[in-house]
């Protein structure tokens, strides 16, 4: 999960100065933020800071950030809103990106750098609703009106973003991790029709470039039989399911390798850190046992809360760090 | 789901006329409303309308209806809120509910009326959260930081909710729905802790009366292994699950009497009621297939959109009555 954020004083100290796109598109700033997080907890591994429609506006879209987050003045709505769109080559588009992750990189002292983007269907469902949205019509209208244009929409997605982060890995960034903050809406047999091929394509195309492949299905984990298919290193999983039992499914459905252990990411509920903190150690330390040791990188199940408490935080690392 | 709607025309007229309240609390405009779709569509059954909140305001808490849905200005958000809580008298504090039925049954000619109302977790996070929520942030602060007082307000909604839906199978209701819409959110720990216990009382207390109950644990199928045991005559399936793996996950966790069906309820994407009628008509044909032809109640997986054409409606009626 992103671990910049308003939870961090040091971090709204910068918002306040500056916006969010203007953060995310200055390399100073963007790799500061970045940092933030491991200075004050020690993290083992930092995430890049970024946003999710970073690609979608290298492709050639509109983005506008406004109160009610990022919006799209003109989305992509039907077959003849895709000429709008192209893949893009990083180091001319997305150069401050890149210009991030070199300065993290100068910054961190040994600790590794995850880079990110967002998986196919999410940004496709920003793409074509023009927002965040709740019920996604636009997305499902545009799928069964016209498949093929949904199609073309989510494979030109992946192979752009298949560049993007290969672009990453190329600055620096030493493992990927795929966002697919909305895969929940989507049924099993819309994940076949559409979501699955332009998700595994993604996720094998930056495997090729040698950095291990994190893959959270975020909200989804009613189809992990499926989404073990992706061929992720690692799956996230959010917090609705004990992480043993994600694993299980996640291994009856062929995951990993026979004889080693499925890696799987997460999962403690991000909420558990607003509440008292022998709740939070006991459920926290229930994850790590259940995690089995290995091939377990401990985190949040989604997002961390804005009045999230310091405190919380570093209680969580020590009862990880401890138990 | 709820067959009323924006999508009627002849919704739209009565709702040009009064607020959704009123409509709520009418008796002959509610039964009217209830009738509309059975006349247009000829569904086998007719479900009840009106709203989640009716009990909780029929428990002493304040709601109003605004242009973003139902809010109480004064929500639950500890101990000492409970006290504004009670159970009630259902032919005191919701007599037009009753005379909603009662009506409806005059107007139904043979065709049966399911009752309905929230589940206690759904209906508890309006109290809590005062409003639709996305994050469910002070829900789940409550739970981590007041658990028994969490606890007791399950329990007190899941009591009062029980005499208000056996108050409606007295009223003549042929069956109940309980619906939780919200359950997605929650953890299959917190499930155990605060969920479970609550909304199986409440299930076993309305089949005390005779009646089947029908548990709608929306976006939770994840879980499905865990809401097996609630013990539900039928259980809901959104659209994420093919319908014959949701039956083999309840089965498996001993749903259901040996030898006998497991009914379940479900499980069309209602948005596939947007886009054209050959997809429609095929995947609406494969969930009867997979529903087996026994123990299945044909069923949208969430609530219809306001824009749905009625001639899909009418086609989707066609394909499930024909298949």
Chains 1, 2 share one sequence.
Request: with cysteine; aromatic share 8%; charged share 20%.
């Amino acid at each position: 999960m992103r671990q910049a954020g308003r939870y961090l004083p040091e971090y709204r100290e910068i918002r306040a100065r500056v916006s969010f796109l203007e953060l995310c598109k200055n390399p100073t700033l963007a790799a500061e933020v970045t940092v933030q997080p491991i200075r004050r907890f020690g993290f083992d591994a930092a995430i890049l800071f970024s946003d999710l429609l970073v690609p979608l506006e290298a492709m050639g879209l509109d983005v506008v950030f406004t109160d009610e987050g990022p919006t799209l003045p003109h989305p992509v709505r039907g077959a003849g809103d895709l000429a709008r769109l192209s893949t893009f080559v990083p180091a001319e588009k997305t150069p401050y990106v890149l210009e991030t992750i070199d300065r993290v990189k100068g910054l961190l002292a040994g600790t590794p750098l995850i880079g990110f983007a967002g998986a196919p269907f999410t940004v496709a469902t920003y793409a074509i609703e023009g927002k965040t949205s709740k019920r996604f019509v636009e997305t499902k209208r545009l799928f069964y009106t016209d498949p093929p244009a949904a199609r073309r929409l989510l494979s030109l997605i992946a192979e752009a973003t298949k560049a993007y982060l290969l672009a990453q890995v190329e600055a620096g960034a030493q493992a990927i991790q795929i966002f697919d903050s909305w895969l929940g809406v989507v049924s099993a047999e819309d994940w076949e029709d559409f979501v699955f091929a332009p998700t595994a394509e993604l996720v094998a195309g930056v495997q090729a470039a040698g950095v291990p492949v994190i893959y959270f299905p975020n909200g989804a984990t009613t189809i992990l039989d499926r989404v073990a298919k992706v061929g992720a290193d690692v799956v996230g999983i959010d917090w609705r399911l004990p992480i043993d039992e994600a694993r299980r499914r996640l291994e009856a459905a062929g995951a990993g390798s026979p004889g080693k252990t499925t890696c799987v990411q997460g999962n403690l509920d991000p909420a558990l850190l607003l509440g008292p903190h022998d709740r939070l150690e006991r459920v926290a330390a229930n994850i790590v046992e259940r995690g089995g040791r290995q091939g377990h990188v401990f985190n949040l199940g989604h997002g961390i809360y804005p009045d999230t408490p310091i405190a919380a935080v570093e209680r969580l690392v020590h009862t990880v760090r401890s138990t």
